[in-house]
C-alpha cells in the first residue's frame, strides 16, 4: 500500500475492506482514476488471504466503484460526466454543435392529439397499443431476415439499448462500439460499468477487421448504427454489411443491436448486420428526429428471447409507454401530411449539409456530406484549436474527439450542424472555420490542388 497517500483500508471480512475503501471514496481520500493497492499488496498490509481482497474489489467492482484493468490494476471509477446533445446552456454564441432536429420540420401534433384521447387503459391491458402494433410489424419486418420477430415499445431508443445491454451484461463485461461513437452510447456503457471496445468506421460503417478484433475480445453485445452514424454519417453499404453478417455468422448468441435512429429521414437504403440465423439481436426505431425529441417513443423488433427479457425489464419501472403517446406517434406516423413533411425534411436535411460542404470545399476546407443531421469535418489542425478560434467568432463548434473512443483521427474533426442556417450565416460561418483553420496555423487547399 502507498503510504505516501496517507490512505488506510481497514477491515478483516471482505465487505468490511469494501466498506473502507468506499468511505475513503465518498470523503474525497480516494480520487477518481486513482489506482488502488494491488490484491496481494492489500491482503498482506491487512494480513487477510488473497481471496478476501479479491471478493473485497470484486464487491466493488460491481456496484460500479472501481473499474479493473487487467495488468492495469484496479482504479476507482471515473464519474465525469458524458457530454450530450443538444444546446448548450448559458452560452452566448451561436451554437453549431447542437445534433437538434429543425423544429419548424417537426409536425405540428396539435390536430392529432384531438383523435387519440379515448377509453382509459387499465393495468393488465396490453401494453402495446394494438393499432401501433400492427402498423409497427410491417414498418421493421419488411426490414429483416429473421422470421421470428417480437415487438417492445420502450421511451426512446436509448432506453431501449440501455435496458438491451442490461439484459445481456454485467459490470465490466465487454461491449462493441463505433469509434467515433455517438455521445449517449458512450454515456450508457460509461454509466453500466461496461468495458467499451472500439470498433473503427469508416465510409461503409463498422469494419470488418475492427469488428472482429472485438469479438476476438469476447465482447458480448454490439452496438451499430446501420445508417446516419453519428458523428460520420457513415452508412453501411450491401457489400459491407455482408461482410459483416459472414463474421457473425460464427457468433450467433452474441447480442447485435442496431440503432436506425434516422429511418424516415435517411436518403441511404437500409443495410443489416443481423443475419437471418442470429440469435440474439433487436432493431431499435426511434421516432424522435422526425416527430421530435419530446416523442420518447422507439419500437424495439428483437427475438422472442430478448423481448420477452426486455420486457421483463420493464416491468419493475415504466411498465409500458403511455397508450396516449403511442396513439399520437400513430396518428401523426399515419397522417399523409406528415408523411410528405418527414420526406422533405429528410431531403431538406441533405440539400443543406451538401450546400455546406461545398462552401467549406470552395473556400479551401474539402468536405463531404453524408446522411443525417450532422457534417463531420476533416481539419489539417487540431479540432479543439479551430473550436477555440471560433469562439472568437461568435461560434460554439464540437470538436471531434468528444465522440472517440480510440480514433486519434477524431481529433483532427469538427461536428457541425448546420440545416438551421439561413444562406447569409452559413457564408460567414464557413468563411470563419476557413479563418480558423488559418489562425490555427494549418492550410487551406487550392482548388486546383484537389
Not at 420518447?296 to 411498465?319: H, I, K, N, Q, W
Not at 396516449?324 to 406528415?338: H, K
Not at 474539402?366 to 484549436?385: K, Q, T
Request: proline share 7%; with cysteine.
Amino acid at each position: 500500500m502507498d503510504r505516501d497517500l496517507t490512505l488506510e483500508i481497514s477491515g478483516r471480512a471482505a465487505a468490511d475492506i469494501a466498506a473502507s475503501v468506499r468511505a475513503l471514496i465518498e470523503r474525497g481520500a480516494l480520487q477518481p482514476g486513482q489506482a488502488l493497492p494491488p490484491v496481494r499488496t492489500l491482503a498482506d498490509t491487512l494480513g487477510v488471504n488473497r481471496n478476501t481482497a479479491v471478493a473485497a474489489y470484486r464487491q466493488l467492482t460491481q456496484a460500479g466503484v472501481v473499474v479493473t484493468r487487467g495488468r492495469g490494476g484496479t482504479h476507482v471509477a471515473d464519474r465525469s460526466a458524458v457530454p450530450q446533445e443538444g444546446f448548450a446552456a448559458d452560452s452566448v454564441l451561436r451554437d453549431v454543435a447542437t445534433g437538434n432536429p429543425d423544429p419548424d420540420l417537426i409536425p405540428d401534433p396539435s390536430r392529432a392529439l384531438a383523435q387519440v384521447a379515448g377509453r382509459p387503459v387499465l393495468y393488465g391491458e396490453p401494453v402495446i397499443d394494438p393499432g401501433l402494433e400492427q402498423w409497427a410489424q410491417s414498418w421493421m419486418r419488411s426490414d429483416l431476415a429473421p422470421d421470428q420477430v417480437r415487438l417492445t415499445i420502450t421511451s426512446g431508443a436509448a432506453d431501449a439499448v440501455e435496458r438491451l445491454l442490461a439484459l445481456a451484461l454485467v459490470r465490466d463485461d465487454a461491449v462493441a462500439l463505433e469509434d467515433p461513437c455517438f455521445l449517449t452510447s458512450i454515456h450508457t456503457v460509461r454509466v453500466g460499468g461496461y468495458r467499451a471496445v472500439p470498433v473503427p468506421v469508416d465510409d461503409e460503417g463498422m469494419t470488418v477487421e475492427g469488428l472482429r478484433t472485438a469479438l476476438d475480445q469476447g465482447v458480448r453485445a454490439i452496438v451499430c448504427t446501420p445508417r446516419a452514424q453519428n458523428p460520420t454519417g457513415a452508412s453501411l453499404t450491401e457489400a459491407r454489411a455482408a461482410e459483416l453478417r459472414a463474421v457473425l455468422r460464427e457468433h450467433p448468441y452474441v447480442l447485435v443491436i442496431e440503432d436506425d435512429h434516422f429511418s424516415m429521414l435517411s436518403r441511404r437504403p437500409f443495410h443489416s448486420l443481423i443475419g437471418p440465423d442470429h440469435r440474439r439481436w433487436a432493431l431499435v426505431r426511434s421516432v424522435s428526429k422526425f416527430l421530435g425529441p419530446d416523442m420518447c417513443l422507439a419500437v424495439t423488433a428483437s427475438d422472442p428471447d430478448t423481448a420477452e427479457r426486455l420486457a421483463m425489464r420493464l416491468t419493475p419501472g415504466t411498465t409500458w409507454v403511455s397508450h396516449l403517446l403511442q396513439r399520437l406517434a400513430l396518428a401523426l406516423v399515419t397522417d399523409p401530411d406528415v408523411a410528405a413533411g418527414i420526406e422533405a425534411a429528410g431531403a431538406h436535411y441533405a440539400e443543406r449539409n451538401r450546400a455546406f460542404a461545398e462552401r467549406l470545399t470552395a473556400l479551401g476546407v474539402p468536405a463531404e456530406a453524408s446522411d443525417g443531421l450532422n457534417l463531420w469535418v476533416a481539419l489539417p489542425v487540431p479540432a479543439r484549436d479551430v473550436t477555440e478560434q471560433l469562439m472568437r467568432r461568435g461560434w460554439l463548434a464540437r470538436p471531434g474527439d468528444a465522440f472517440a473512443l480510440a480514433d486519434a483521427p477524431a481529433a483532427r474533426r469538427l461536428r457541425l450542424t448546420v440545416h438551421d442556417l439561413g444562406d447569409a450565416d452559413a457564408e460567414r460561418l464557413a468563411a470563419d472555420i476557413a479563418g480558423a483553420v488559418r489562425a490555427a496555423g494549418g492550410r487551406l487547399v487550392p482548388a486546383g490542388m484537389r
